[in-house]
T-cell receptor
Framework: KAGVTQTPRYLIKTRGQQVTLSCSPI?????VSWYQQTPGQGLQFLFE???????NKGNFPGRFSGRQFSNSRSEMNVSTLELGDSALYLC??????????????FGPGTRLTVL | AQSVSQHNHHVILSEAASLELGCNYS??????LFWYVQYPGQHLQLLLK??????LVKGIKGFEAEFIKSKFSFNLRKPSVQWSDTAEYFC????????????FGGGTRVLVKP
């Protein structure tokens, strides 16, 4: 099976703009989670979607939002970009059949730079 | 607050040396435990995981980890490292009561000198 894919791999934006990142999960996986990775804060959970519904949300401002489509692909959006939003954004997918044995598999990430 | 601590930020060792990376978490209840590795320029990959049963789990590439519930620890070990083990290692905890959110430790950068 193909792994988790994320597009684009690199993005450069300026402050105040908005950005949309895309994630395609492993075939058959119904859950997608998003994480932000920065040198200062490490890996932090943003949110999780399962069957087009947000199931869990991390401690990020409302400028960060996401959605999931019926084919399980997911997008996350960041509005009014700030310099501190520069990070590697990781998407992870899991089957979603049973929490107790499910494992998240990560994509390569989208490197966002805000100037 | 929930937290996951990795004791060492950087580790430098020579090939064939043994490696042990510490991981502690600070909350009770049922947890699932993971070690992920991020090789230079590559994405996070799962090394091993613990859900239940034998607290000594074996993963890929000769890695193993031991879950000690009384110490809230899940330390990663490898008896003899290779230069190709140079990477950043992340411990992650999923608290079953909190859904599927993974809480990560700060990571440990391991440099193996040839």
């Amino acid at each position: 099976k193909a792994g988790v894919t994320q597009t684009p791999r690199y993005l450069i934006k300026t402050r105040g703009q908005q950005v949309t990142l895309s994630c395609s999960p492993i075939s058959g996986h119904r859950s997608v989670s998003w994480y932000q990775q920065t040198p200062g804060q490490g890996l932090q959970f943003l949110f999780e979607y399962f069957s087009e519904t947000q199931r869990n949300k991390g401690n990020f401002p409302g400028r960060f939002s996401g959605r999931q489509f019926s084919n399980s692909r997911s997008e996350m959006n960041v509005s009014t970009l700030e310099l501190g939003d520069s990070a590697l954004y990781l998407c992870a997918s899991r089957e979603g059949t049973a929490t107790s044995t499910d494992t998240q598999y990560f994509g390569p990430g989208t490197r966002l730079t805000v100037l | 607050a929930q937290s996951v601590s990795q004791h060492n930020h950087h580790v430098i060792l020579s090939e064939a040396a043994s490696l042990e990376l510490g991981c502690n978490y600070s909350y009770g209840g049922t947890v699932n435990l993971f070690w992920y590795v991020q090789y230079p320029g590559q994405h996070l990959q799962l090394l091993l995981k613990y859900f239940s049963g034998d607290p000594l789990v074996k993963g890929i590439k000769g890695f193993e980890a031991e879950f000690i519930k009384s110490k809230f620890s899940f330390n990663l070990r490898k008896p003899s490292v290779q230069w190709s083990d140079t990477a950043e290692y992340f411990c992650a905890v999923r608290r079953q009561a909190a859904g599927n959110k993974l809480t990560f430790g700060g990571g440990t950068r391991v440099l193996v000198k040839p």
